[in-house]
């Protein structure tokens, strides 16, 4: 079995929340490593991945950093600049191409 996929989301959704659980199933699925803001991302509870901010993602050691970021915000902006360069941005229009499926 190869590396896990560690990926992190900008937004929640409903898609958002069912790729979430399709992967967490999923031993070898990518792993969510946690949410940064903006949807309707419910109060923190027990099992959802964690809220995380762009200083969240600064202090965390280059092994450790996701390796994508989806944008499932609505209308999401263009990559935040203060993202991590080597985390691959993969845009709104494709994230909810990800939600259709």
Do not use: H, N, T
């Not at 929640?12 to 992967?23: D, P, Y």
């Not at 944008?71 to 939600?99: I, K, N, S, T």
């Amino acid at each position: 079995m190869g590396e896990l996929i560690r990926v992190i989301f900008f937004g929640w959704s409903q898609g958002a929340r069912c790729l979430w659980e399709a992967w967490s199933q999923d031993p070898e699925a990518p792993r969510v490593v946690g949410v940064m803001g903006g949807g309707s991302f419910p109060e923190p509870a027990q099992g959802l991945p964690p809220m995380l901010s762009l200083e969240d993602l600064r202090a965390m050691k280059e092994s450790s950093l996701p390796d994508l970021a989806l944008d499932f915000r609505p209308g999401g902006p263009p990559r935040p600049q203060d993202l991590p360069g080597q985390v691959e941005w993969v845009p709104p229009r494709v994230a909810r191409l990800l939600e259709e499926l």
